[in-house]
């Protein structure tokens, strides 16, 4: 099946800084969202972006789906930002697939 | 516009005892899907439900079961219930037959002692 590889496993960064999260799979599918786990386990959809760019304040995330990646930025990190991010592919059988995840520790 | 509801937010059981956990789609979503989330690691799916009949199955053994009613909301039942049972159940919505934008409710963290 598809192999969905995030990284880094775990970044720690102070507040006010930048920083990139990169998910690769491994073969073509049909769409990718990126998710933002909160303390409580709750998923936020973050970006449904099957390919291109989007914009949402300070976060934007680019999909190159001919090169099978994504990337998710985070410009001016807050502490509320803290949490794990998950990018989650939709293969054509559309058994969902998620990678494990990139925690993410913003100091103040 | 009320979100994914599920029911109930936690729960304990033991070994060898069966579960039924709920979950109500955002309104206008035909589909309905299940994951569960060990500590840890990123959440596995279980099921996808679309229009009452079953669209996927992951890798889960047969003491997993789910279904869907005709007003979309649905139900995941496990029987037998292992240790290993022990996680986080993430039911997710989107509108249409074919995976699209999904959408979670907040989980039911189930503890088996």
């Known amino acids: 099946g598809i192999q969905v590889e995030q990284s880094p496993p775990d970044l720690i960064l102070q507040e006010g800084a930048n920083s990139t999260l990169r998910c690769n799979f491994s073969?073509?599918?049909?769409?990718l969202q990126w998710f933002h786990q909160n303390p409580w386990g709750q998923l936020i959809n973050l970006f449904y972006?099957?390919?291109g760019t989007k914009q949402n304040g300070r976060l934007s995330a680019t999909t190159v789906a001919t090169e099978r990646y994504s990337l998710l930025y985070i410009s001016s990190s807050q502490t509320t930002d803290s949490g794990v991010y998950f990018c989650?592919?939709?293969?054509?059988?559309?058994?969902?697939?998620f990678g494990k995840g990139t925690r993410l520790h913003i100091l103040p | 516009d009320t979100g994914v509801t599920q029911s109930p937010t936690h729960l304990i059981k033991t070994r060898g005892q069966q579960v039924t956990l709920r979950c109500s789609p955002i309104?206008?979503?035909?589909?309905v899907s299940w994951y569960q989330q060990v500590l840890g690691q990123g959440p596995q799916f279980i099921f996808q439900?679309?229009?009452?009949?079953?669209?996927g199955r992951g890798n889960f053994p047969d003491r997993f079961s789910a279904r869907q009613f005709p007003n979309y909301s649905s139900e995941l039942n496990v029987n037998a219930l292992l240790l290993g049972d022990s996680a986080l159940y993430l039911c997710a919505s989107s509108q249409g037959q074919h995976t699209g934008e999904l959408f979670f409710g907040e989980g039911s963290r189930l503890t088996v002692l």
């Open positions: 972006i099957p390919s």
């Open positions: 073969d073509s599918v049909n769409n």
């Open positions: 439900y679309y229009e009452k009949e079953e669209r």
């Open positions: 989650a592919v939709d293969p054509p059988d559309d058994k969902i697939i």
């Open positions: 309104s206008g979503h035909k589909s």
